[in-house]
């Protein structure tokens, strides 16, 4: 069993918090980081797609008022939305009686929905923490190339094969499109958003040219920006946003589009292996886009992240802004010998990064220019969670 960094965090923030809500797509392990949490403390777990545990609902201020003293799990809460207005009930009258925090713990797959009612609901009162799938920071360095190549939902990582972690992945895409994207309010036909989907996995990392990919599928720049809305909302895609200053520079202002897990991009794609993807044109998207994953994910909570890039060529891959005002630029690299670009110096020299790093697929760590450094990406993982 693979120890989730999360972990902490979700303990943590059950301690100060009346309501913690554990949002991700399906099968990243929020179940089970959620029954980690369990254990520590006495607790009620509820599968809201079991209709036996739906049942025990029927009246659901008497049955979670007669465990106001555990903490009760309830999972797929999106099944049962309108259980949001009883939970906000049930806290304030166990705030007035000292029951402060470690009410409730909700696990939800990022519906729309989800985090509307919530929001409305439950405001002052929830906390939002967001689990992934594994990141390279959760996995030891030499299977960093496997979990790149297989992704990092548990079930593909931990496969007995490459041919069965491509066999899973299969059948993750076609249960999420024909069966989870649907209960989530979306009418879109699956096989166009299959479609999409792969558009998106083909330009891994690309600038989102919305009327391109209209045009492509025969829609509606809108019915795009809606498909996009989607795929983000479950926290399937990334659209990174780019750094923007008020300063009148000529500054790309699109957003780049990133399926977030790289092995689904390999899916997508009916890339099965290593050897396959090292010949394939996405593999410098697929690579790049990992790495953005892994370092985002061992970033401070509070970081933001961006990309940078004008109309001169300068750019950054990756900008990380965190609260106190740090900034930490990154250009990611798949060669073993990599040269930094006279782009990513200027980008430095304009924005001033206080940390700037070249991440490449090597573990060697050494100075390349004024306050650059080429480092391994388990290294530039543990200098980001150092920050935090």
Not at 242 to 264: E, H, I, M, Q
Not at 274 to 281: E, I, K, T
Request: charged share 25%; net charge neutral; aromatic share 6%.
């Amino acid at each position: 069993m693979i120890q989730r960094k999360a972990l902490d965090r979700l303990l943590e923030a059950l301690d100060r918090h009346a309501a913690v809500a554990l949002l991700g797509a399906r099968q990243v392990g929020k179940t089970t980081l959620a029954l980690a949490a369990a254990e520590t403390r006495d607790a009620v777990y509820l599968d809201l797609e079991a209709p036996s545990d739906r049942a025990k609902l029927a009246a659901p201020e008497v049955y979670l008022a007669a465990h106001e003293d555990r903490l009760v799990i309830l999972d797929e809460i999106q099944r049962v939305p309108d259980l949001f207005p009883t939970l906000r009930g049930l806290i304030d009258a166990g705030r007035r009686k000292g029951r402060r925090h470690g009410r409730f713990l909700i696990l939800g797959s990022a519906s729309p929905d989800l985090l509307r009612q919530s929001a409305e609901s439950l405001a002052g009162r929830i906390l939002y923490l967001e689990l992934g799938p594994l990141a390279a920071g959760e996995i030891e360095p030499e299977q960093h190339e496997r979990l790149w190549c297989r992704g990092g939902f548990p079930e593909s990582f931990l496969a007995g094969s490459d041919a069965a972690s491509l066999e899973w992945r299969a059948s993750f895409l076609r249960t999420y499109l024909e069966r989870d994207i649907p209960q989530f309010g979306s009418r879109i036909p699956a096989e166009t958003l299959r479609r999409f989907w792969t558009m998106l996995a083909h330009q891994q990392g690309a600038l989102l040219n919305a009327s391109r990919l209209a045009g492509g599928l025969g829609v509606s720049g809108q019915t795009v920006a809606r498909y996009l809305d989607l795929l983000v909302d479950l926290l399937l895609v990334r659209r990174l946003a780019p750094w923007v200053s008020n300063a009148g520079k000529r500054l790309v202002r699109s957003p780049k589009t990133f399926v977030r897990d790289s092995g689904l991009v390999h899916a997508l794609l009916g890339i099965g292996d290593r050897d396959a993807l090292l010949g394939h044109p996405v593999v410098g998207g697929s690579y790049e886009g990992f790495v953005l994953e892994s370092l985002i994910a061992a970033a401070p909570p509070d970081a933001t992240p961006f990309f940078y890039r004008s109309s001169n060529g300068a750019e950054i891959d990756l900008l990380l802004e965190l609260a106190g005002g740090e900034r930490v630029a990154v250009e990611v690299k798949r060669s073993l010998s990599p040269r930094v670009e006279r782009g990513f110096h200027q980008a430095c020299a304009a924005l001033e990064p206080q940390r700037r790093f070249v991440v490449y697929p090597g573990e060697e760590r050494y100075p390349a220019g004024e306050n650059v450094e080429v480092i391994g990406l388990a290294d530039a993982v543990r200098e980001l969670e150092a920050l935090g």
